[in-house]
Structure formats: C-alpha cells, structure tokens
C-alpha cells in the first residue's frame, strides 16, 4: 500500500477540549466546520459529545447533516453562514441553529421556519459576517421578539492579546447586546485564552481543539506516516527531482516517499522541512512533486519503511511556518488520500 496514513489522536483531541473547557466557567461548545479542520467530523463530533461538549457549530448547512447523525437528536448544531437560499429543509430535517447574518436572512428565516430555533452573527468590526450595529439597532426589537437562542460575534486579532482590536470589538458586542437576556458569545480558541472578560455565556474554541496555535498548550493530535517506495544512491553532482534544484555535495542516499502537493504538502515547505525516523529528522531534497517526495536519509543507520512529516517534533505549526502559512490551512489542505486511523475511539 502506498497511500500515506493519517493518524488522529481522538484522546488528544478530547483532552484539549478538556484543558479549555477547564478555563472557563461557561460553556464550550466545539467547531467542527471543514470536517473538523479535516479530521472528520462525524467521528471528531462524537468523540467530543462523549468527552462532554454540548454545543456543535459548522459553516455550512450541509456539514450539519454528519454532525446531527453522530451526535444524535437533542444537541445543537449552529450554522455560522445562517440561512441561505435553499437552507430551508436542510435546516429543518437536521433540526440546525442558523446564526442569522442579514435582515434578508432573518426575513427569509421567518417566513419558512417561523418556529425553528435561529441564532444572530452581530458583527463588530471584522466586516466579514454578521449585522453592523447600525442594521442591528434597526431589526433589534423585531428579532428579539422572535426569540434568537445565541447572540455571537467574532474576533479579528485574538491571537494577539496585546491587539487593541480585541478591546474595541468586545466594547462594540456589549454595546449591541447589553441589558438582552439571551445567552451570548464572542471567543474562538484565541478570545477564550484572552480570559474571562470575553468568555460570556460560551466559547467556541476550534483550532485549540485540533492541536494548534494560539493554544501553545495543546497536545498535537495529527501524525502523517509516509510509505519509501524506493531508496537510491546518488553520487556528487547528481540532482533530484523537477529542474534540479538540488545537487548531490557529497555521495547521499535517497529515499523517495509516496505523497506530495496533492496530499496537502504544500511545496513552499520542502526547503525547510524534515521527514523523521524516530526521533531523526531527514531534510527534504528537490522539489515537492504531486505524489513523491525525496528525502536524505544518508545520516539513518538504518533502511526505514516509512518516515513521518508530521509528528510531535513537526507540529501542524511548524509545517506552518516551513510553508509560510497558518496550522489551519495546513490541516484543512490535507486532503482525500490519506488512509485514515483514528486512535482511542470508543464507540
Ligand atoms: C472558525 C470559527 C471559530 C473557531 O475559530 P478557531 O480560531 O479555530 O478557534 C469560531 N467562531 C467563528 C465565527 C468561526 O468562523
């Protein structure tokens, strides 16, 4: 078999929902949009239903319908982009929370779910979703009548505690939903380690949960393992892969792996990313191509099987930063191939 094999660690993934829902006192729901940041949601979702989350938000509507089968009937399942045109039954079979953005989708909620529970996205700053203060103070009494579940907003700078964007935007969400007794929320992983002030009645934590930064206490969750298929010795002078970046500057010995860009592995990273046998790290030579990487393993003693690009000594983040991006996309982009494990799963 060739396909490389990612590892998800769902007892990581539990303990680090544990470790933030342990810093607050409110409750924290998980993010389990993008098939919980590629991982799969369905299984990432029971896991953290188990472990004790009761609160479940994706993007769309349609990554709704996993989430409600694997956690059954009764838990709430919000909808960041609210009620879209042709939402409607998706909405209503799966019993989904959409957090309405608009007045258009407010209408458009009312007049085809009248009694179906819905959320509002207040947006206080980042103008990406929700409604401005000036469309919110205008609908405000009619929505309120209406009965949302959850008032919430986003923060734009929360990996920066320092940012004064977090102040601002925390000031703005007061402004807009004091004296209303709905419950509210306004943190990511980011705003829920900013502390308590901008914790409200939930955080929505999603990164934290799957490993990554700005969750610096996070036990890593992902491990990608990729099959040698075959190992050379080259000789001083000989190049390795597409338009020769690299030269051979003494006789090395090469292994050639079974993944490339098109499981994810970016090929920004490869200059500065290792693949490690045990606790070695093999420098990528060449470029990364769709399906093969190749390595110097001249400094193993021994032939590996198989050599690992992410693990516990090469977090999502440092993969991250190899490739000049974020853990998020790093993870998102992993892809289809992957032959998948999941480890402590107990259903
Ligand atoms: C993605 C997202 C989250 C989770 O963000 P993390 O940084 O991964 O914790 C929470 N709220 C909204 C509105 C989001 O879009």
Redo the contacts with the bound molecule.
Sequence with gaps: MSTATLTIDLTAIRANWRALNARTQCET?A?V??NA?GLGASTVARALAQEGARHF?V?AAEEGVSVRKAVGQDLPIYV?SGHMAGDTDLIRDYNLIP?LNSVDQLIRHAENLSNHPFGI?LDTGMN??GMEPVEWQAVRDIAVHLGPKLL???LAC??DPSHDMNEQQWQSFVDMTQDLDIPK?L??????LLGEKYHFDMT???????G?L??TKAKPVATISIPVIQIREVDTGETVGYSNTWVAPTPRRIATVSAGYADGIIRAMGPKTRLYSGNVGCPIVGRISMDLIGVDITLLSETPTSLELLNAHQTIDVLADNAGTIG?EILTSLGGRYRRKYLGDLA
């Design positions: 729901a993010v949009k993008a940041y938000f993007a960041f957090m996205q990406r979703l919430i907003s986003h929360s990996d929320s943190s990511a992983t980011g705003g829920l929505r934590p999603g990164i934290g949960i799957y990554g700005p969750f998020y």
